[in-house]
């Protein structure tokens, strides 16, 4: 008998690839919103400070002037926070959407692999019928060899 061919095997390998491609863009989205969360986390230490900073210079009675220029600073901060989180949140969605093309991935190339094992095993279980049948073969040519013998003897 053959050996084992499965026909769908260019499936499973394009399924692979695909599996193996969402994954590759998964991690870049990843890395993506991690450096995204990173720069947002220092906008939001360097207003923490920055305000921190305004309240000293007012207990120091600094002049107006400067306390405007620390007011717009944290203003332009605040602002460049908030449009950094809404990049960090459509980063987290686009991540999302790669996590579940991967996993889709994943279902697809299963469902191949499990028609592959339960091809496999019909072909094993074929495989073995066969060897079945010839040894019975075998055996039922060789008792009537030993049959025909003990006949032509006792004849």
Partial sequence: MDSFNFRLQPVLEHRRRLEDQAKLK???????????????????TAFGDGQSDMADARR????????????RYLDRLKQDIAEQGGIVTTLHVHSEERRSEVMD???ARKV????????????????????????????????????????????
Avoid: C, P, W
């Fill in 26 to 44: 998964l991690a870049r989205a990843k890395i993506a919103e991690r450096q995204a969360r990173q720069v947002l986390t220092s906008m939001e």
């Fill in 60 to 71: 120091a009675e600094i002049d107006a002037s400067e306390v405007a220029v620390y007011q």
């Fill in 105 to 107: 991935g994943m279902k």
């Fill in 112 to 155: 191949v692999e499990k028609l592959k094992e339960r091809q496999y095993q019909q072909y094993q279980i074929e495989v073995n019928r066969n060897e079945q049948k010839q040894v019975d073969e075998f055996a039922t040519t060789r008792y009537n060899r030993s049959k025909g013998q003990t006949g032509a003897e006792q004849g």
